[in-house]
């Protein structure tokens, strides 16, 4: 994989991680710049996104580069039967680096296989989704001071939620402590339980979203229940709205207790939460304009 891709979160060091925030940080004083001039940067959505998609162009946008791409892959050749690498190798004779998201776990480190330019993985599958780690970081250390010590709770579906497998990877490099709240058919998957094991991680594993578990925490991390990738409908009708944050249920939380969600949230948080100062879920998705300025001039070689 060329070096300049960025395929899954733990393809970062941690000095590599502090190195993005820092550029976020630089980026968030100064966000208009054209230091990309002459640079074109395909973003590639075989899946919905209005954040992601959005906020990458925007970065590019405002670094003065330019911008192609689709928002809908039936409006492709794929529409056609073209497949996932020929249109990788198209767009890398247009492009300097590709922005991608796919439906399918493993297409964007296939795609970062093949492509002789560096692919940045929008979200793929139910697998990683990197770029929304670095905005997650990015404003954990800026709401927090710090990314040491964190109890994180993560609510919802922790099945199929690819930004709560990238944060919990990244996070492994500074001592959190994890509440999982889920019900059990979207449960954590054991293979993120056992890289916590293997990183002496401390987690505990909850179906109860319980005021006691809400009190003790320092990032409620929300999401959403991902419909797009249950086989089972009823499955998906029986668990799409179990849990609500509402409001009350901040009353005696910690101070610095802040309510993320990488969006968009359905049933997952109540719109009387919006006016809590602890909500920060609108303030997270603006921060990842400065986190994929950062992600661009990292894949394109630009200090
Ligand atoms: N958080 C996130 O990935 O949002 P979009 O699906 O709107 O890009």
Redesign the pocket.
């Given at each position: 994989m060329d070096k300049k891709s960025l395929v899954s979160i733990s393809d970062l060091s941690k000095e590599e991680i502090v190195g993005l925030l820092n550029r976020a940080a630089e980026f968030e004083k100064n966000p208009n710049q054209r230091i990309l001039e002459g640079k074109v940067v395909a973003t590639l959505f075989f899946e919905?996104?209005?954040?992601?998609?959005l906020s990458f162009e925007t970065a590019v946008n405002r670094l003065g580069g330019r911008v192609i791409g689709f928002s809908d892959a039936k409006t492709s050749s794929q529409s056609k039967g073209e497949t996932l690498k020929d249109t990788i190798m198209m767009v890398s004779n247009y492009a300097d680096v590709i922005v991608m998201r796919h439906h399918l776990e493993g297409a964007a480190r296939y795609a970062s296989e093949i492509s002789p330019v560096p692919i940045v993985n929008?979200?793929d599958g139910a697998n990683q989704?990197p770029s929304?780690t670095m905005l997650d970081l990015y404003s954990i250390y800026k709401t927090q001071g710090t990314l040491d010590n964190q109890v994180i709770t993560m609510v919802g579906d922790l099945k199929y939620g690819r930004?709560v497998h990238s944060l919990l990877e990244a996070m492994h490099f500074w001592n959190p402590r994890f509440n999982f709240v889920a019900c059990d058919e979207l449960k954590m998957p054991d293979k993120y339980k056992k890289f916590c094991d293997k990183h002496g991680i401390k987690y505990h594993e909850t179906t109860e979203f319980s005021q006691e578990v809400i009190n003790e925490t320092d990032i409620l991390y929300m999401t959403r229940v991902q419909g797009e990738r249950f086989t089972d409908v009823l499955e998906y009708e029986r668990t799409k709205s179990l849990y609500t944050l509402h409001n009350e249920m901040l009353a005696n939380s910690k101070p610095n207790l802040k309510v993320l969600h990488?969006?968009?949230r359905i049933t997952e948080i109540d719109q009387d939460v919006d006016d809590n100062p602890k909500a920060y879920f609108f303030q997270q998705?603006k921060n990842g304009l400065y986190a994929r300025q950062a992600i661009l001039c990292r894949a394109l070689g630009i200090e």
């Open positions: 919905p996104s209005t954040r992601t998609r929008a979200g989704h929304q930004t990488p969006l968009p998705a």
